[in-house]
């Protein structure tokens, strides 16, 4: 099992739908999470942390499993804005040092 | 807003040269590390930095990688003898302690 696995996409749906992603992680001991977006060509910029008791964040709402080990993102009223990539990643030992990204998840939002 | 810059946005080099990637973190955070994604492929960790030493690396950050910080602002990555294989996007990133780290831009390294 890879240490961090995404569907990599592309998810194509229409603007105004809600699309969830699942990112699933092998190590059980993992304690920090957060999705990021990738523009194309572009750094990963921060989209939200993923707490234990589950966050939202405007249209976007983030969840962790630990009994199953996935975390999930959910965005509702999908804008044309939203069209990137999102990075699931899991850092094992708390922090931000060595953390391990996925290879992503390709969303794009049609008009 | 502060951000982490980084430069030059995209550097050319023969092969079996040495090249400095630069970069600037926020200034108030205390860790820093360095990042590469091959096009087409995942963000990758290679090190971080805390402290004035490494903290932590990758496998991939062998001893033709290298980092300092040679002043109070700056963050330098090293190859010193580049392979085709190091092309890549190299992202630097900076984060208080124990929170989430900010990217930089990217250098875009070309070895030909």
């Known amino acids: 099992r890879k240490e961090v696995e995404q569907d990599p996409g592309p998810f194509n749906v229409p603007e105004g739908a809600t699309v969830a992603f699942n990112c699933t992680y092998s190590?059980?001991?993992?304690?920090?999470f957060f999705w990021y977006r990738q523009d194309c060509r572009k750094e990963p910029k921060l989209l939200m942390s993923?707490?234990?008791s589950g966050n939202e964040d405007g249209r976007f709402t983030a969840q962790l499993n630990r009994a199953s080990q996935y975390i999930s993102l959910l965005i509702r009223d999908s804008k044309l804005s939203d069209s990137a990539t999102y990075l699931c990643?899991?850092?094992?030992?708390?922090?931000?040092?060595?953390?391990?990204f996925g290879t992503g998840t390709k969303l794009q939002v049609i008009p | 807003e502060p951000e982490v810059t980084q430069t030059p946005s995209h550097q050319v080099t023969q092969m079996g040269q040495e090249v400095i990637l630069r970069c600037v973190p926020i200034?108030?955070?205390?860790?820093f590390y360095w990042y590469r994604q091959i096009l087409g492929q995942k963000v990758e960790f290679l090190v971080s930095?805390?402290?004035?030493?490494?903290?932590?690396k990758s496998e991939i950050f062998d001893d033709q990688f290298s980092v300092e910080r040679p002043d109070g602002s700056n963050f330098t990555l090293k190859i010193r003898s580049t392979k085709l294989e190091d092309s890549a996007m190299y992202f630097c990133?900076?984060?208080?302690?124990?929170?989430?780290?900010?990217f930089g831009q990217g250098t875009r390294l070309t070895v030909v």
């Open positions: 993923v707490y234990s």
């Open positions: 990133a900076s984060s208080e302690v124990g929170a989430e780290a900010f």
């Open positions: 200034s108030n955070h205390l860790y």
């Open positions: 190590n059980s001991a993992s304690q920090s």
């Open positions: 990643v899991v850092n094992p030992e708390g922090g931000y040092q060595k953390v391990t």
């Open positions: 930095f805390y402290n004035n030493e490494i903290s932590e």
